[in-house]
């Protein structure tokens, strides 16, 4: 919940990057036996990987959305 409200309050692309990641960390415990406790490392990690910019339109939002599903699968694959 913390990196929640920290995604909040840096605004911009930071709360597509969380939901992007948290999506992809909850799939791969769902789906591929990543420990529920590594889910807030796999998004904090990502968080920490992609900074903020402006989400100052759909075609920002969605590449940025993109990346950060990309790198999330690679912090998973590196656990």
Not at 20 to 41: C, R, S, T, W
């Amino acid at each position: 919940l913390s990196l929640a409200f920290a995604a909040a309050q840096t605004g911009g692309t930071a709360p597509t990057v969380l939901n992007a990641a948290n999506e992809i960390a909850v799939a791969a415990f769902l789906d591929e036996g990543l420990p529920y406790l590594k889910i807030p490392v796999v998004v904090e990690k990502t968080l920490s990987a992609i900074a903020a910019s402006k989400a100052d339109s759909l075609d920002a939002i969605l590449q940025v959305d993109a990346q950060a599903r990309d790198v999330a699968r690679g912090f998973i694959r590196a656990l």
